[in-house]
C-alpha cells in the first residue's frame, strides 16, 4: 500500500499528511491491495474518506445527532440535554435564553410580568416558596413566602424556629414550649384528655359514667349520701332502690328522713292526712300549711273601686276597652279582710293588653306581688301582641299577720313599656284566696 492511500485511511487517528510526490500520482492512482485476494482498492473520493474516518470539521458547535449519540434529544459537548426545556441549550446547542426567559418547546419564551427564571421555570419571587426573594432560597419549617420573605402563616407563632398553632400543637399547647402529658390532645390551646369506651370525659379525667358515682348517667350528677351507682343510675344498695325524697340511702337501705306515720314517711307540715302530728286530718278542701290546717279566704281583687295609681294620681280600673297604664311603679292596692295568719294566696284576674310592637319592641312586662309590704314573688307577660292576658298564680311564703283583720295586697309594675309601645291595666272582678 503506498503512503498516499495509508494516510487517507488513517487520517483521523494517526494525523498523517496526505502529501506526495508527484511523480508518484499516476502510479499510486490504483494499487494492488493484496497479493492473495487480488482485489483492489478505489482511492478515489478522498472527502468521503475523511468524512467517513469522523474528522470535525472547524466550524462544529459540539452538536451529536441524537441517533448516533444515544441521547433522547441533543448532545451537546458530549452531554445529553432536553432542547425542549433547557435554557442554555434551548432547540440547539448554545442557544441560551435570558434570565428573564424560559426555554419552551425549543424557544425562548418571555416569563410573565413580575416573575424570572429560577433553574428551567418561570417562579414569582415574592411568593415562592422554593425560591423565596431568591432562586434557591427555600421557606422551611412551615414558613410561606410573603413580599419575598419566609414568614409564619396567619393564625400561627414561631416557636423555636418553627410555625406552629397554639391552638392544636400539643408541644406548644397555648404557650411556646407547654407540652401535653403523653396520651393527652391540645384542643383550644388547652391539653385534654383522649378518653375512649367506656369512659366519657368529665372534667379533667376519663370516668365511667355507668357506675361513677359522682358522675353518674352524666358529668356531674353526684348520687347521695350512702348511694352506688349501676347502669347510669344512682340507687340505694346492691338492688339500686330508688328513695324518694323525704328518705335517703342509709347503711345500704332507704331510711325515713322525715316523720313516720305506722309505715308511711310523710311530711307533717304538708299532709293533710297528717298535720303537725300524725292522724291529724285537715278538712276537705283545707290545706296543712306548715303543720297546720288552714281555712282559705277568698276575696274579690281588684274590685270596682278607684284603687289604681299612676305615678303618684290615683287611677281607674280597666272596662275592657284598653289599658290606662304603661311606666314603672304604677300599681294596684287594696286592704282585704283576713284574721288569720297568711302562709300562701291564689291569683285569679285577668288583665286588658292595648301594647304593640310596630312602633318598638315591648317584649316581657313584670309586676312584683306585695302582701303588707313584703314580696312574695312575680307575675309576667309577653307584651306587643295586644289582647287580654289572664294570670293564675301561687305563692307560698312565711307566715304573714293580718294587721287590724285585714292584709294589703299591691301589684306593682317593675318596668316601663317602651315609647309608642302601648299602654295595660287590671280589669275589676279576679279573686285572691288566702290560706
Known amino acids: 500500500m503506498n503512503l498516499r492511500l495509508a494516510c487517507l485511511l488513517s487520517a483521523a487517528l494517526a494525523g498523517c499528511s496526505t502529501a506526495t510526490d508527484p511523480g508518484e500520482t499516476a502510479k499510486d492512482s490504483s494499487v494492488e491491495a493484496s497479493a492473495d485476494t487480488g482485489s483492489s482498492i478505489d482511492t478515489g473520493g478522498t472527502a468521503d474518506s475523511a468524512k467517513d474516518s469522523g474528522a470535525v470539521d472547524a466550524t462544529d458547535t459540539g452538536s451529536t445527532d441524537a441517533g448516533d449519540s444515544g ?33 419552551t418547546d425549543g424557544k425562548c419564551v418571555a416569563c ?16 415562592d416558596p422554593a425560591n423565596c426573594g431568591a432562586c434557591g432560597k427555600a421557606c422551611t419549617d412551615g414558613k410561606v413566602c410573603i413580599s419575598s420573605s419566609c414568614l409564619c402563616p396567619s393564625g400561627t407563632y ?35 384528655k383522649v378518653c375512649t369506651a367506656p369512659t366519657t370525659k ?36 346492691s338492688a339500686g332502690k330508688i328513695c324518694t325524697a323525704l328518705e335517703a340511702c342509709v347503711a345500704g337501705a332507704c331510711s325515713c328522713k322525715a316523720a313516720t306515720c305506722g309505715t308511711l314517711c310523710t311530711d307533717l307540715s ?3 292526712s297528717n298535720c303537725g302530728v ?11 300549711l306548715g303543720g297546720v290546717c288552714v281555712t282559705s279566704t277568698t276575696v274579690t281583687f281588684p274590685t270596682s273601686a278607684a284603687t289604681t295609681y299612676t305615678t303618684g294620681s290615683i287611677g281607674t280600673l280597666g272596662t ?17 279582710t283576713r284574721g288569720a295568719p297568711v302562709t300562701k294566696m291564689d291569683l285569679d284576674l285577668k288583665m286588658s293588653d292595648s301594647t304593640s310592637s310596630s312602633g318598638c319592641t315591648v317584649g316581657t312586662l313584670t309586676w312584683a306581688v306585695k302582701i303588707n309590704g313584703t314580696s312574695v314573688g312575680t307575675y309576667s307577660w309577653v307584651g306587643g301582641f295586644g289582647g287580654d292576658k289572664t294570670v293564675k298564680q301561687s ?19 317593675t318596668n316601663t313599656v317602651c315609647p309608642g309601645g302601648g299602654s295595660w291595666n287590671w280589669y275589676p272582678g279576679g279573686t285572691a284566696t288566702f290560706y
Open 71 to 103: 441521547c433522547a434529544d441533543l448532545s451537546c459537548s458530549g452531554v445529553c440535554v432536553d432542547g425542549k426545556t433547557d435554557p442554555d441549550h434551548c432547540g440547539s446547542c448554545a442557544n441560551k435564553c435570558k434570565t428573564t426567559e424560559s426555554c
Open 112 to 127: 410573565l410580568t413580575g416573575k424570572e427564571r429560577c433553574g428551567a421555570t418561570c417562579v414569582a419571587l415574592d411568593t
Open 158 to 192: 414561631t416557636c423555636s424556629g418553627k410555625c406552629v398553632d397554639l391552638l392544636s400543637d400539643k408541644d406548644n399547647c397555648g404557650a411556646c414550649g407547654k407540652a401535653c402529658p403523653a396520651g393527652d390532645v391540645c384542643a383550644f390551646a388547652a391539653c385534654e
Open 202 to 237: 368529665c372534667g379533667g379525667g376519663c370516668v365511667d359514667i355507668t357506675g361513677d358515682k359522682d358522675n353518674c348517667g352524666a358529668c356531674g350528677k353526684a348520687c347521695a349520701t350512702g348511694e352506688t351507682c349501676a347502669a347510669g343510675k344512682c340507687g340505694c344498695g
Open 270 to 272: 304538708t299532709d293533710a
Open 278 to 288: 300524725c292522724g291529724k286530718t285537715c278538712s276537705t278542701g283545707v290545706p296543712c
Open 320 to 336: 275592657g276597652g284598653g289599658g290606662v297604664h304603661y311606666v314603672t311603679g304604677d300599681y294596684v292596692e287594696e286592704k282585704l
Open 395 to 413: 305563692f307560698s311564703f312565711a307566715s304573714i299577720t293580718p294587721v287590724s283583720g285585714q292584709v294589703t295586697v299591691r301589684l306593682e309594675a
